[in-house]
T-cell receptor
């Protein structure tokens, strides 16, 4: 199957700062990327769907001004958590889908800790 | 709207014993069904998926699942578990196979007892 990477794998930041998380499809072009959030011992909750070159579609209850998503190329999507606060601490996982494969592939996740 | 219910939050089972993880779904349209596994501090790995055709789906690591439309279920089974199967298992549903969003259940933690 295809490989999706995320960077960084872990990040610790101070409250009020912004953090950028990258999601890359390494061996295929991802026309659609998804961003999920997972709290400890809970399920994945979809935050937004992004298509290359378009604005992201956010799920209900997700603040688009706080979680900025950019999908500028067919291999890269970024999630920026702006003015992060401790309640934003979570495990963020992306997935990518493209024409080459008949399924989505998930990244290894990024653990964000806001102090 | 679609939803997924995983009836057990945790399932303890002895090594080499069989296991079944239960999953029920609801949807007003035809769906695609998935089972994913998540090892600690890692992303998700697809175990198997049902798109159409045979209702018995075989996946990786010896797992299989059966789609039952009348009972709206997609239970995951393995005839003999190994200690390495200790992980969180997520049942999921999607209206499309690739580009549509996936809705996840709350997960079932499989705890293998020695």
């Amino acid at each position: 199957g295809a490989v999706v990477s995320q960077h960084p794998s872990r990040v610790i930041c101070k409250s009020g700062t912004s953090v950028k998380i990258e999601c890359r499809s390494l061996d295929f072009q991802a026309t659609t990327m998804f961003w999920y959030r997972q709290f400890p011992k809970q399920s994945l909750m979809l935050m937004a769907t992004s298509n290359e070159g378009s604005k992201a579609t956010y799920e209900q209850g997700v603040e688009k001004d706080k979680f900025l998503i950019n999908h500028a190329s067919l291999t890269l999507s970024t999630l920026t958590v702006t003015s992060a606060h401790p309640e934003d601490s979570s495990f963020y996982i992306c997935s990518a889908a493209g024409l080459r494969y008949n399924e989505q592939f998930f990244g290894p996740g990024t653990r964000l800790t806001v102090l | 709207a679609q939803s997924v219910t995983q009836l057990d939050s945790q399932v303890p089972v002895f090594e080499e014993a069989p296991v079944e993880l239960r999953c029920n779904y609801s949807s007003s349209v035809s769906v695609y069904l998935f089972w994913y596994v998540q090892y600690p501090n890692q992303g998700l790995q697809l175990l198997l998926k049902y798109l159409s055709g045979s209702t018995l789906v075989k996946g990786i690591n010896g797992f299989e699942a059966e789609f039952n439309k009348s009972q709206t279920s997609f239970h995951l089974r393995k005839p003999s578990v190994h200690i390495s199967d200790t992980a969180e298992y997520f049942c999921a549903v999607s209206e499309g196979n690739r580009d549509d969003k996936i809705i996840f259940g709350k997960g079932t933690r499989l705890h293998i007892l020695p």
